[in-house]
C-alpha cells in the first residue's frame, strides 16, 4: 500500500456502501427565536423532543414568524452525510434508509442526499408527509422538536428485508443508528445489529436524547448487547445512569459501567464515547478511561450549535470505517464538531481540512 498519497490509501480502503445508516429522515426548519416563542411551547433552551398535539401550530409559526433555512436532517442522516463529507472519494460510501411522503420536502431531502454523495434508499409512502424537526435557537442554544410523520412509518417488511435493499446492508463493515429510531423500528434495528454482531463487523449506537434513556429504556437495553460503540453527551449519559440505578453521576465512571453491561460478540470489547459540549471528551475502553480535550473556538464564531453532536459522531465514524485508531477518530470527531458550530445548520465547506 502506498502511503504518501492519502487517496491511494483510502481508496484501497473503502469500497462504496462500507458505512450504513438507518434512521428518521427529517427536514430541518430552523429559526433563531426569542424566548417568548420557547415559553408559548413549553421549552427548553437545550432540549429535543417529539412533537405533540400542543405543537401543532409551531411550525406553522415559525416558518411565518421568524426566517427560517430548511437543511436536510435527522439525527443518523447527518452523521452520515458528514462522514461521507470527511472521506470525500469514493462517492456513497455512506448508505442511508429511512422513511418519507410523496411530497416536495421528501424530494427535497433526495436531492440533498445526492448533493453530498450519500447513497440515500428511502421507503416512499403516500400516508404521512415527510417527517420536519424545528430548531429554534436561542443564543448557543437549540430546542428542537421533531414531527416524525413518515420517518415513524419505517416498515421492516417493506424495505430493510428486500434483497436488493439488504444486500446493502451486507455490504457495509460499520453501522451507525442513532437511539432515536428505537421509537420507530426495534425489529429493523435489532436486524442488523445481530447481523453486525455475527459477522463480527461494528455496530454503533447514539443514546441520543434523555427520554429515549428513560421511555425507552427496554428497547434500548434490547439493543445493547450488540453495540459495539456506544455515543452519547453528558446529559443523556447521566439519563441514562438514573435509568440503570447507576449510582453515580460521574461522566467517568458512567462510561466505564456501561461499557461493562453485557455484550454479544465477545471479539471485540464495547467502546462508549461521551461528549460533554466544550469539556473534554471522556472514552471508555475494557481496562481504561481516557479523556480528550476538545479544539478551543471563540464564542464569537459559534453561529449554531444545532448538529454538532451528528457532526461528532460522522467525524468519529469517518476514521473508524477506514480502521484509523480511536484516538484519530475522536480528533476527527472534535474536528467535524468544529466546523459545524460555526456554520448554520448541519451543513459544511466544500472540502474539509483535516489532517
Given at each position: 500500500m502506498d502511503f504518501h498519497s492519502s487517496s491511494t490509501v483510502k481508496s484501497t480502503l473503502l469500497n462504496a456502501n462500507s458505512l450504513f445508516g438507518m434512521g428518521n429522515p427529517l427536514l430541518d426548519i430552523c429559526a433563531v427565536v426569542d424566548k417568548d416563542f420557547l415559553d408559548k411551547y413549553s421549552l427548553k433552551p437545550n432540549d429535543q423532543i417529539l412533537a405533540e398535539a400542543k405543537h401543532k401550530e409551531l411550525f406553522e409559526e415559525l416558518v411565518k414568524k421568524f426566517k427560517v433555512e430548511y437543511h436536510a436532517g435527522g439525527a443518523t442522516q447527518n452523521s452520515i452525510k458528514i462522514a461521507q463529507w470527511m472521506i470525500q472519494e469514493p462517492h456513497k460510501v455512506g448508505t442511508f434508509f429511512g422513511c418519507i411522503g410523496k411530497d416536495k420536502f421528501g424530494e427535497i431531502l433526495k436531492e440533498k442526499a445526492e448533493e453530498v454523495h450519500v447513497d440515500?434508499?428511502?421507503?416512499?409512502?403516500?400516508?404521512?408527509?415527510?417527517?420536519?424537526?424545528?430548531?429554534?435557537?436561542?443564543?448557543?442554544?437549540?430546542?428542537?422538536?421533531?414531527?416524525?410523520?413518515?420517518?415513524?412509518?419505517?416498515?421492516?417488511?417493506?424495505?430493510?428485508?428486500?434483497?436488493?435493499?439488504?444486500?446493502?446492508?451486507?455490504?457495509?463493515?460499520?453501522?451507525?443508528?442513532?437511539?432515536?429510531?428505537?421509537?420507530?423500528?426495534?425489529?429493523?434495528?435489532?436486524?442488523?445489529?445481530?447481523?453486525?454482531?455475527?459477522?463480527?463487523?461494528?455496530?454503533?449506537?447514539?443514546?441520543?436524547?434523555?427520554?429515549?434513556?428513560?421511555?425507552?429504556?427496554?428497547?434500548?437495553?434490547?439493543?445493547?448487547?450488540?453495540?459495539?460503540?456506544?455515543?452519547?453527551?453528558?446529559?443523556?449519559?447521566?439519563?441514562?445512569?438514573?435509568?440503570?440505578?447507576?449510582?453515580?453521576?460521574?461522566?467517568?465512571?458512567?462510561?466505564?459501567?456501561?461499557?461493562?453491561?453485557?455484550?454479544?460478540?465477545?471479539?471485540?470489547?464495547?467502546?462508549?464515547?461521551?461528549?460533554?459540549?466544550?469539556?473534554?471528551?471522556?472514552?471508555?475502553?475494557?481496562?481504561?478511561?481516557?479523556?480528550?480535550?476538545?479544539?478551543?473556538?471563540?464564542p464569537k464564531y459559534i453561529v449554531d450549535t444545532n448538529g454538532a453532536g451528528d457532526a461528532f459522531v460522522g467525524g468519529f465514524l469517518s476514521e473508524l470505517v477506514q480502521e484509523k485508531p480511536l484516538d484519530q477518530c475522536v480528533k476527527a470527531a472534535h474536528y467535524a464538531a468544529n466546523v459545524i458550530i460555526q456554520r448554520a445548520g448541519c451543513s459544511f465547506p466544500e472540502k474539509p481540512d483535516f489532517k
Amino acid at each position: 500500500m502506498d502511503f504518501h498519497s492519502s487517496s491511494t490509501v483510502k481508496s484501497t480502503l473503502l469500497n462504496a456502501n462500507s458505512l450504513f445508516g438507518m434512521g428518521n429522515p427529517l427536514l430541518d426548519i430552523c429559526a433563531v427565536v426569542d424566548k417568548d416563542f420557547l415559553d408559548k411551547y413549553s421549552l427548553k433552551p437545550n432540549d429535543q423532543i417529539l412533537a405533540e398535539a400542543k405543537h401543532k401550530e409551531l411550525f406553522e409559526e415559525l416558518v411565518k414568524k421568524f426566517k427560517v433555512e430548511y437543511h436536510a436532517g435527522g439525527a443518523t442522516q447527518n452523521s452520515i452525510k458528514i462522514a461521507q463529507w470527511m472521506i470525500q472519494e469514493p462517492h456513497k460510501v455512506g448508505t442511508f434508509f429511512g422513511c418519507i411522503g410523496k411530497d416536495k420536502f421528501g424530494e427535497i431531502l433526495k436531492e440533498k442526499a445526492e448533493e453530498v454523495h450519500v447513497d440515500a434508499h428511502y421507503y416512499e409512502q403516500d400516508e404521512e408527509p415527510t417527517g420536519t424537526c424545528a430548531a429554534c435557537i436561542t443564543g448557543d442554544n437549540r430546542s428542537l422538536v421533531a414531527n416524525l410523520a413518515a420517518a415513524n412509518c419505517y416498515k421492516k417488511d417493506k424495505h430493510l428485508d428486500l434483497e436488493e435493499n439488504w444486500k446493502l446492508v451486507e455490504k457495509a463493515k460499520v453501522y451507525y443508528i442513532a437511539g432515536f429510531f428505537l421509537t420507530v423500528s426495534l425489529e429493523s434495528i435489532l436486524k442488523v445489529a445481530k447481523h453486525a454482531s455475527e459477522n463480527n463487523k461494528l455496530f454503533c449506537m447514539n443514546l441520543s436524547a434523555p427520554f429515549i434513556c428513560q421511555f425507552f429504556k427496554d428497547n434500548l437495553m434490547q439493543v445493547m448487547p450488540y453495540v459495539d460503540v456506544l455515543f452519547g453527551n453528558e446529559t443523556e449519559a447521566t439519563a441514562f445512569a438514573k435509568e440503570q440505578d447507576f449510582d453515580t453521576k460521574d461522566i467517568k465512571e458512567i462510561a466505564r459501567k456501561a461499557q461493562a453491561l453485557p455484550k454479544d460478540n465477545k471479539k471485540r470489547q464495547r467502546v462508549v464515547v461521551i461528549t460533554q459540549g466544550k469539556d473534554e471528551t471522556v472514552m471508555a475502553l475494557s481496562d481504561k478511561i481516557e479523556t480528550f480535550p476538545v479544539v478551543k473556538t471563540d464564542p464569537k464564531y459559534i453561529v449554531d450549535t444545532n448538529g454538532a453532536g451528528d457532526a461528532f459522531v460522522g467525524g468519529f465514524l469517518s476514521e473508524l470505517v477506514q480502521e484509523k485508531p480511536l484516538d484519530q477518530c475522536v480528533k476527527a470527531a472534535h474536528y467535524a464538531a468544529n466546523v459545524i458550530i460555526q456554520r448554520a445548520g448541519c451543513s459544511f465547506p466544500e472540502k474539509p481540512d483535516f489532517k
